[in-house]
């Protein structure tokens, strides 16, 4: 069975780090460009950050530059994505998510418009509140 697995959700306050993980099982990772989305309550699900199999091909939303780093760990069979400096407005469920069935290249910043996606996790909380 197919499936993405996050970890390292939680609570933190403003200007606080968080870092979530994202595995796999029933395939690997490391075939595949790997994308981090969040949705906050009452808004539409939005792509975050998203990285090929290269590291330097990573993008990443306007609002979170300079702040979230994704990276890549094939040996782990692991996607991270580093949050700093976080905001209230950075809550949400973070889910990662991957194209497994895409017969194409999809780009990143396609990736994380949600082209190709067929494979979600289940999601990780990430509240950001004094």
């Known amino acids: 069975q197919v499936q993405l697995v996050e970890s390292g959700g939680g609570s933190v306050q403003p200007g606080g780090s968080l870092r979530l993980a994202c595995t796999s099982s029933g395939f690997s990772l490391n075939y595949y460009s790997i994308g981090w989305f969040r949705q906050a309550p009452g808004k539409e699900r939005e792509g975050v950050s998203c990285v090929g199999l290269q590291e330097n091909s990573a993008y990443y939303v306007d609002s979170v530059k300079g702040r979230f780093t994704i990276s890549r760990d094939n040996a782990k069979n692991s996607v991270y994505l580093q949050m700093t400096d976080l905001k209230p407005e950075d809550t949400g469920i973070y889910f990662c998510?991957?194209?497994?069935?895409?017969?194409?290249?999809?780009?990143?910043?396609?990736?994380?418009?949600?082209?190709?996606?067929?494979?979600w996790g289940q999601g990780t909380q990430v509240t950001v509140s004094s």
């Open positions: 998510a991957a194209p497994i069935g895409a017969r194409e290249i999809i780009f990143t910043q396609d990736l994380c418009n949600m082209k190709g996606v067929d494979t």
